[in-house]
């Protein structure tokens, strides 16, 4: 780079380094260097806009003189990235009294006006920083008039107690100086860190021959790119101002018309197809020069198209993905590319129906986005109303104060869910979030009446039970009535990255499913397995979960193992189902880990059920569930401690699989069940589970004369696991990471309590990230690479794996991958984006994040 | 010792190992080689008993020739140690047709029958293993009737089909094979491994000649030691029979007399006071020679007396510290072999009135020994009724389903408090232990009735309040009526041994102190310093117990401040009188670390109690107080978090804290505070709370025109804080382990909630210790020692300690030292055992646990 000169001509390098002359610079020499028509421009080093701003001038004459004589310039900036900023594009620089007489022969005398007075006012208020308000008045349409212009110069030189000036070098080393300067400002700078930016990001500078769309011939400017920003398909999308300049097609009030004829209106299409194939023609060319479809500032000089500059196409995240797996067939790139073209996170927006961006949203509440999709339903405020309203094929969006597990069988059949309160970790988003349902919490400012029925909200508005609402759990919003969507595709495009990522994907991905609907979607989206099913997910529903009340609230074991008779059959048929949905494929089940007071009943109508299905005055029932609540549930009689203090229920589990087992593997492939404990924090624990299960296992055997055998492991959830994993490893066939609960330990931090504070934190910096999304590395993951070393130094054959929210999100999964597990396992919504995330680590080959995802 | 033979002829050698032929061998060798009359004994050696248990005969012929033609022997076992029990004495080995003649002569006819009908008994049940019942109606008293001998020998001879063995070479050989199987059995195994013995521990064997204590003359047989058992004071205690044999004078039923005449009826000092004085002057000797007080059992032989067998005198933990200090004082053992002869966790009972071990105890209801020591009052069942009894002056006990926060003030007036709920870390059991408190919790078999004001026993006896009961916290059991106490005494010996202890304790012991009594207790106990006051249990009081509810029950910044302000000179006396009391010691001062559900009000009353202080609704309080309701307080908004969120409570303790370092130091030394952070997880939250801290001081130091320092650092208690401990000391002064919290998390486990099945885990095995009580060296010690190597690292100056109910705990001490921790800190109770532990770790010079406390 040492030889590349302080001021660079654009087009003779096809690659000129961004970390040198910045994105822009580098964009505009290749598109010159495919023989577009780009103006001719020249690129100002980062080292030479540095010295500017302290200073220290280039020869801004020798520069000019390139352009000829009185030439007419732009100024554009040309950061690292685009998302970076910069300050903005300076138009009509060399604009003077001369060249502006000049213009009035060749534009007439109103276009000329309009350049010169508008270049007076830029030039004032952001290189000379007048106020802005001085020139209140002098619109366009004003500063066609000759005595807008004299007044514009007039107000300069009263401000400024010197006339405008005109020597065009003297402007242009004043415009130079000026974005040199903001770009070291303190805002900027604070702005553009937030955005990624590295402390030391520099700015490069392109100064370039105006081209100028006034003339009396085909003239003006515009926008224009050729695939359509919500779905990435080939159309025509942009803007065009007739006699216009720069930007000017955009800009809020202006009467543009549109580049294609689909729209209304006078569209460039119809006034002068031939430029718009022409611009067909330069986009296919820089789509494949620049490898990715891009954005044209373009301005038509007479007839004579010019391509000011360019920027990536605007996209969704649908139209992303579409885009990559369109260049890669087209080998405009790689595969590899592709995968890294497309941010795993954004996934989840192709998986669920997405508010139509162009739709009217009557948003009455905002809230936290809690769980992405939208959904329009009617109002139910109970899970009884929510089944009633789908007994009637009604769909409903269930309205809560929060959610308790009473409400699960009501979000299985709601569309969505809106509650009041709750953080990004309430049972609400949780429940969510694990059923791909789209959900809002904590939304604040609606005020709930169970007796009356209504939510009414801060503005007034009152909804009664019935009213259509539809909630966007993408942006975290609730709106009145029913919204235009968009709806998922997981066909096409997505298939095809899909099939690309799990290529290239070097990990195992599995997904945590309790039901067979969970099962199935994850074997659609290809999974390794289940990885984590946890068994008590499967009591939620309505019949079940009066059983398993009556197990939880037995006196004695008699008592229990009646209630457990009654759940054995239940049992065994999910697993078969589980079994048979996955052919073969591993599947890991989570012993019995209730969090006891989820499945307490807590209103009155409840208990009273209870007391009613166990033939128990309803004082002894509340009596009971007295004595089974807890001061810290989290950190109480959970997992493996009540496997070992009510062995029956264990003993009943490990029954309903084996015996599962004998039945699925008579239908199909051998079944090989892996049998995970939960909670663990002494290996003495594993082995007294051990023990029993291999007794409920010989005992099937014998009944059904069947062999089989089953792999038992370790859920290492506590900072305690942790640390032990190599006693642990040494009797188990795998250690699966809950992250969840390995966080909460490790932090001190109940999920359920933190939402109070964890904006707050992360806000001031205290947490870098949601420890909850984020893997902490520094903390959790530390646990997990000595426990890593430790279980494998035990027992080298040992499967490690992460399961949890962990096991979906991007960064975590990079750094399951640098630790070497075998697989990650996380909700079936969010496989793809654990595939994706995984394939791009992998094409990677490090788990740098800071590579540019949007531009190779 | 190789050329130690199998069968040692005692006394020949003073010290005979005891790994080889177990303790009593060496302890009858000892006092026959001070010349004591113990009569002619050998001892066969562990390896030797061991072929005799796999059939390898020693020379029995050859051993019994050295007693002597047709002598009668004991044989003795001679385990390792005492403790680890072993199979009992057999007498009068020798006994036949032969010698029974002799006896007869000798000692008469009844006498003689009735050792040979005693000993065909013995021999048959314990050797021939015949069943006891068959033998059922020969009493001593029968035997002396010459049936009764002839029916013995009959049994015999019916039930093993042959005569009774004449041989005494071959009934010694049957008695030995006997013994050394019994102890081979895996009963005997599994209750020696129970009381620490290791898994190889062997067994050794005492051949004796019988002095028989049945003939004509002075003769019979008895106990004697020469110390109080409960005080440890110099006195005579024992018991004699006349014409018995062994301990017959301890056996139930047995009409047998003492031996001082402090008692009534006869004894042996007025029937033969040579005899006591002999006894007397041979405990002396061997008090100087086994450096220790014994316990003789002796035989009087025809006016001769024999000391057949001793042991450590019977001692209370009050009489071990006396007769400990008092050897060491006489010369017969060194101060540091006196400190390790008393178990530092018996200290507590010490410092505590105890239960007279001689009065009779009605006792109504059994529990938890939860905090240690005894006291008598009037029930009460709230703390109102406490305040008022305490109004009156009458002693009373507190008696509660559970405790909550609001108890707490009427602990404090409270003797004592016996609750029905919980466990050994419930509410009520940590608070009595911090306070001295003698405590019974999870009485579950009592009935309580609030409104009728009743107790009601397991038994049907009722208590209403005012009744007298007795609590005894050091056993776990509540008596009715009053009960004959022994007062601590913490002058003479213990004050004695205290200074001893102080001077080999080489690591700092402070302790925890929230209040001036506290503080007071402490520094009599001569500690270093506070090492850790809760400023939040400085709250408890009732008047401030509102101003509280009012800080955390604030809407707003404003409100809260309000409440702050009125705090803060509350806060500012407690500081000055801590200050004032520790003369210039370090006081380490936590900031606010509520858990906010013990300070929100439970009750309907106390509700409507801080409603009108508050002028709130009550609806409005109820509302709050559910709002702040966590679903895991343990992990909730605690400690820092609270202290960013909400700065101004941590900007008034600190502001106290400066002001009261002003006030404090104008009267005596200069005082530096320590101030430090509670429930840290990242180094940022230290930073942002030190920033603060900072410019309070600054503050308080230009308002008062005074210079001060302090030093601030860091409570570490989550996991993450002890990972990231490198980064916390770099900015640290010091970091303090709260245990107590690292534990729960590390586990991921609740104190408040193990209860329910820590007994069960600890009986299973599952944990070999309740980890709340003895540090758990595997996880939570690792982490400690983790922590430890990088905090020193990152700042070879940070002050490491602990503090929490660990840090009074010997063996965790022995940790801290081994780890190097500079102080450990623990409640004031606490202190003495800390100093005891910690200078006996020192002496030892090692963490071994296994050296054995009583006997050097």
Redesign the interface.
């Known amino acids: 780079m040492s030889d590349l000169p302080p001021i660079l001509r654009l087009g003779k390098n096809a690659d000129v380094p961004v970390a040198l002359y910045g994105a822009r610079a580098n964009r505009l020499s290749k598109l010159r260097s495919l023989g577009l028509p780009v103006p001719l421009a020249f690129g100002l080093s980062i080292p030479t806009v540095n010295a500017i701003a302290t200073g220290q001038m280039p020869d801004k004459k020798a520069l000019l003189e390139q352009f000829g004589k009185r030439a007419i310039v732009s100024v554009r900036s040309s950061p690292g990235q685009r998302a970076w900023g910069g300050p903005g594009t300076m138009l009509n620089v060399g604009l003077n009294d001369e060249t502006h007489a000049q213009l009035r022969h060749r534009l007439g005398d109103a276009a000329a006006n309009v350049l010169y007075c508008r270049f007076v006012q830029d030039f004032s208020v952001h290189v000379a920083k007048l106020d802005a308000e001085a020139f209140d008045g002098l619109s366009d349409a004003a500063c066609g008039q000759p005595e807008s212009l004299a007044a514009a110069l007039a107000i300069y030189q009263a401000e400024m107690d010197e006339p405008f000036p005109q020597d065009p070098v003297l402007q242009l080393g004043h415009v130079l100086r000026s974005m040199a300067r903001a770009w070291s400002g303190t805002t900027a700078r604070i702005l553009r860190q937030a955005r990624g930016a590295p402390v030391d990001a520099g700015l490069g500078l392109i100064v370039q021959r105006m081209a100028i769309g006034l003339g009396s011939g085909e003239s003006g400017a515009g926008v224009v790119q050729f695939v359509k920003p919500s779905t990435g398909e080939s159309a025509v999308r942009g803007r065009y101002l007739p006699k216009g300049q720069g930007l000017d097609a955009m800009r809020a009030g202006q009467v543009a018309s549109y580049i294609a004829t689909d729209k209304r209106g006078t569209s460039l299409e119809t006034t002068s197809p031939k430029t718009v194939a022409e611009l067909r023609k330069f986009a296919e060319i820089a789509r494949m020069g620049c490898h990715d479809v891009l954005r044209f500032e373009f301005t038509i000089e007479d007839g004579k198209t010019w391509l000011l500059d360019a920027a990536p196409a605007n996209r969704s995240p649908r139209a992303a993905v579409q885009i990559a797996v369109d260049l890669a067939l087209d080998g405009a790139i790689s595969r590899k590319s592709a995968l890294l073209r497309v941010e795993p996170q954004n996934l989840q927006q192709l998986l669920h129906p997405q508010i139509d961006p162009d739709a009217k949203a009557p948003i009455f509440v905002r809230g936290l986005a809690a769980s992405p999709g939208a959904a329009t339903g009617r109002i139910v405020f109970s899970a009884m109303a929510a089944q009633a309203s789908a007994a009637r094929e009604e769909a409903c969006i269930m309205v809560r104060q929060e959610t308790s597990p009473e409400d699960i069988r009501g979000m299985h059949v709601a569309k969505g869910v809106l509650t009041q309160r709750g953080g990004m970790n309430s049972h609400a988003a949780l429940i969510a979030r694990g059923h791909g349902l789209p959900c809002v919490v904590g939304a604040s400012d609606i005020t709930l009446n169970f007796k009356e029925k209504t939510m009414t909200a801060a503005d007034g508005q009152v909804f009664i039970e019935g009213d259509i609402i539809t909630v966007d759990g993408t942006n975290g919003v609730a709106m009145s009535g029913e919204v235009a969507m968009v709806r998922p595709d997981l066909t096409g495009a997505f298939a095809t990255l899909m099939d690309w990522a799990r290529e290239f994907c070097d990990i195992g991905i599995r997904a945590n499913a309790d039901t067979a609907s969970d099962a199935r979607m994850a074997r659609s989206f290809g999974v390794d397995g289940i990885g984590l099913c946890r068994t008590e997910h499967m009591f939620f529903e309505e019949d079940r979960l009066t059983v398993m009340r009556e197990m939880i609230f037995a006196d004695d074991e008699a008592d229990r193992r009646a209630a457990l008779d009654r759940l054995l059959p239940m049992q065994r048929g999910d697993f078969v189902e589980l079994f048979e949905i996955m052919q073969g494929l591993p599947v890991t089940i989570r012993l019995f880990d209730p969090p006891l ?1 989820e499945f307490l009943p807590h209103s009155r109508e409840a208990m009273q059920e209870l007391a009613e299905a166990m033939d128990l005055p309803v004082s002894q029932v509340t009596a009971r569930a007295e004595d089974l609540t ?8 959970r997992g493996v ?1 009540l496997g ?2 009510m062995p029956e229920i264990y003993d009943m589990q490990a029954r309903a699989i084996f015996e599962a087992t004998v039945l699925a593997s008579q239908n199909g492939a051998p079944v090989v069940p892996e049998i995970m404990i939960p ?1 663990v ?2 290996a ?2 594993v082995e ?1 589970v051990k023990a029993r299960l291999d007794a409920v296992a010989r005992e099937v055997q014998r009944e059904a004369g069947v062999d089989f055998t089953y792999r038992m492991g370790v859920m290492v ?4 696991a942790a ?2 994993s190599g006693e642990l490893a040494a009797n188990s066939a795998f250690l699966s990471f809950g992250t969840n ?1 390995l966080t ?7 999920r ?2 933190a939402g ?2 964890m904006s ?2 992360v806000n ?4 870098p990230e949601d420890p909850f999304h984020t893997l ?1 590395l ?3 993951g ?2 997990l690479l000595l426990a890593t070393e430790r279980g494998r130094a035990a027992n080298p054959d040992v499967v490690l794996s992460v399961c949890g929210e962990h096991g979906g999100d991007p960064t975590s999964i990079g750094f399951c991958r640098a630790a070497g597990f075998d697989y990650v396992s996380c909700s079936p919504f969010r496989v793809p984006i654990a595939y994706l995330a995984a394939a791009q680590s992998a094409v990677r080959g490090t788990n740098k994040q800071t590579e540019d995802l949007v531009v190779t």
Chains 1, 2 share one sequence.
């Open positions: 007071h807890e001061f810290n549930p989290m950190l109480g009689m401690r070992i203090l909670l924090s002494a003495r624990e007294l959830e506590t900072p305690r640390l032990r609960d909460q330990m490790t932090y001190g931090l109940s359920d309590d109070r504070f707050t934190y001031l910096g205290v947490f902490d520094e903390g959790v530390e646990l």
